[in-house]
Structure formats: C-alpha cells, structure tokens
T-cell receptor, first 110, second 115 residues
Framework: QKEVEQNSGPLSVPEGAIASLNCTYSDRGSQSFFWYRQYSGKSPELIMSIYSNGDKEDGRFTAQLNKASQYVSLLIRDSQPSDSATYLCAVSFGNEKLTFGTGTRLTIIP | GAGVSQSPRYKVAKRGQDVALRCDPISGHVSLFWYQQALGQGPEFLTYFQNEAQLDKSGLPSDRFFAERPEGSVSTLKIQRTQQEDSAVYLC?????????????FGPGTRLTVL
C-alpha cells in the first residue's frame, strides 16, 4: 500500500522563526506533491504544489522535493500566529487521487 | 458559485438510517473526488469521477457506500444502513482537469455523526 508519512507533532515554533515540516512517501513513481493547510474544523486549503526536484518558493513558503530520498518538506519563514494549523502532505502516485499523511499540527508561539 | 459547496454541513443519523450527502463542484470542473476524514487523521480517498463516469471507487469501504454524478456536475454520496464507524467528515473536492497533477479544491465538508 502506498503511504505518506508525517510526524503528527505537535510542533511548536516561536513567532518569527522558521517552521520546518517534513514528509516521506513510499513510491518512487510518485509524480505530484502538495502541501495543504487545515485549520481546526475547516477544510484543507492548498498552500504549495511541487512536481520536480529542488525548491519552490511562494512568499514565506518554500517547498523542497528530493525524489531520490522520497522526501518533501515545507518551510515557513517568519512564522506568524495565523500559521498555527495542521499541515497535510499529499501525494499523487501517478493517478488522480491524493494520498494524504496524517498531518503535522503546528503551533506558533507569540 | 465561487467554490465547492456541500450540504448538509452537519448530519446526525441513528444507526441503520440511510443518508445522502451532496456536493456542488466548481462550475466547469471535470474531476470530482470524495474523501473521508476521521478525527485526527488525514483525508482518505473514497471515489473519483471524471465528468459523469466513476473511474475509481477503490476507496469505498463497503457496499453500503454509493456515489453518483449523473450529469457530470452535482454529486451525491449515499451511505445505507449507517454504522457508528461511518462517523467522520466527508469532504468533496473538484479540479479543472483530469489527472492527479491539477489542484484539488475542497468543499467545507459534511460532518456525519452516527448515534
């Protein structure tokens, strides 16, 4: 069974610091990688998508993909209290559906 | 509308009742997905439609679960003879294109509680 693994946390980071979220996946054939943010009681919201090795930056967010190591990460710079949420890593294993990790709960401490 | 909508937002059912959950995807979106999210877990795939065709139903947990999208737009997820283990948030997502690379936009979900 194809799997996506994340540390469930909670991860606590001081305001203004860098939050680093990690995800590993089981299938080398995976093609598409996504980070979703989910506030408590709300639906997932796409933060970043990444498809090729390397870094992709969007504002305070940077996604990093290493297909050889089957590893994808999300960095949040200058963390804000509004970044406190659960971050879901999702992978498309070459088909339409997304396989999600269990999510990492992030708390930004003012 | 501007986003994916789902109704009802909350549903309480007695064990053994049938329920129907509705999803209105973003207009023009080809692909529609249903996911089930248990408390403290990530969403788990249930089924996928490309227009009106149900191309993947491998995630449906039992034959009590049935989904349809007869006109390639609105979709309904039906659960027959609900059980307590069916209690979860049911999320609908849509994407403009077919294939896994396109962004999936999620609706607000329906929280189902089976007593």
């Amino acid at each position: 069974q194809k799997e996506v693994e994340q540390n469930s946390g909670p991860l606590s980071v001081p305001e203004g610091a860098i939050a680093s979220l990690n995800c590993t996946y089981s299938d080398r054939g995976s093609q598409s990688f996504f980070w979703y943010r989910q506030y408590s009681g709300k639906s997932p919201e796409l933060i970043m998508s990444i498809y090729s090795n390397g870094d992709k930056e969007d504002g305070r967010f940077t996604a990093q993909l290493n297909k050889a190591s089957q590893y994808v990460s999300l960095l949040i710079r200058d963390s804000q209290p509004s970044d406190s949420a659960t971050y879901l890593c999702a992978v498309s294993f070459g088909n339409e559906k997304l396989t999600f990790g269990t999510g990492t709960r992030l708390t930004i401490i003012p | 509308g501007a986003g994916v909508s789902q109704s009802p937002r909350y549903k309480v059912a007695k064990r053994g009742q049938d329920v129907a959950l509705r999803c209105d995807p973003i207009s023009g979106h080809v692909s529609l997905f249903w996911y089930q999210q248990a408390l403290g877990q990530g969403p788990e795939f249930l089924t996928y439609f490309q227009n009106e065709a149900q191309l993947d139903k491998s995630g449906l947990p039992s034959d009590r679960f049935f989904a349809e999208r007869p006109e390639g737009s609105v979709s309904t997820l039906k659960i027959q003879r609900t059980q307590q283990e069916d209690s979860a948030v049911y999320l609908c997502a849509s994407s403009f294109l077919a294939g896994g690379a396109d962004t999936q936009y999620f609706g607000p979900g329906t929280r189902l509680t089976v007593l």
